[in-house]
């Protein structure tokens, strides 16, 4: 069965610092992958997917994520990080039936 | 743009009440789903349903059930809603190719 884990579950960085937020999936073929971000108090928002061609996805906000089929991830980077980044990160992998398959999310905290 | 609502944004009921969470879309999408949100475990399945009256389970569908009578209508239903019910709600539709939309959420608290 697919399976997601983020390896962080929290993470602080300074206002301007980049930010690396790392996922690890589990599954057979070529995955389709996604991250979404969700602030305090709202629902998802899809901030980048990946499901076939360049391994490195341009996404909203100034975010990125690269594909690297031989460590079975897919890390979502940004280069300099704003105060309105802090939210919460989930990656999520396709499964059967237009289903997706949750990490448990990291949370990131900027700091002025 | 795909808008998905939730009827409610925070829901309190004592346990045992019969509850009712509502998602509507406004786009033709055959593929809703309800999710459940909890500290450190991130989003569980819950059903979801690839067309009217067609449903099936996700990974925790104990303790509720789905009704989609309309194409852009689909509600979770806690028959005897439980403390251990308390969590964040939230609806999604998929558009092609797995890519999921989401819904505001509905933050329930069972008492």
């Known amino acids: 069965a697919q399976s997601v884990t983020q390896p962080d579950i929290h993470i602080t960085v300074s206002e301007g610092a980049s930010l690396e937020l790392r996922c690890n999936y589990s599954?057979?073929?070529?995955?389709?992958l996604f991250w979404y971000v969700q602030s305090p108090g709202q629902g998802l928002q899809l901030l980048l997917k990946?499901?076939?061609?360049?391994?490195l996805v341009q996404g909203i906000k100034g975010f990125e994520a690269e594909f690297k089929r031989s460590q079975s991830s897919f890390n979502l980077r940004k280069p300099s990080v704003h105060w309105s980044d802090a939210a919460e990160y989930f990656c999520?992998?396709?499964?059967?039936?237009?289903?997706?398959?949750f990490g448990a999310g990291t949370t990131v905290t900027v700091r002025a | 743009d795909v808008k998905v609502t939730q009827s409610s944004r925070y829901l309190v009921k004592r346990t045992g009440e019969k509850v009712f969470l509502e998602c509507v879309q406004d786009m033709d999408h055959e593929n809703m789903f309800w999710y459940r949100q909890d500290p450190g475990l991130g989003l569980r399945l819950i059903y979801f349903s690839y067309d009217v009256k067609m449903k099936e389970k996700g990974d925790i569908p104990e303790g509720y059930s789905v009704s989609r009578e309309k194409k852009e209508r689909f509600s979770l239903i806690l028959e005897s809603a439980s403390t251990n019910q308390t969590s964040m709600y939230l609806c999604?539709?998929?558009?092609?190719?797995?890519?999921?939309?989401f819904g505001p959420g509905t933050r329930l608290t069972v008492t």
């Open positions: 999604a539709i998929a558009l092609s190719s797995y890519e999921q939309y």
């Open positions: 990946y499901f076939s061609g360049d391994t």
């Open positions: 599954y057979g073929a070529t995955p389709y």
């Open positions: 999520a992998v396709g499964a059967s039936r237009y289903k997706l398959s």
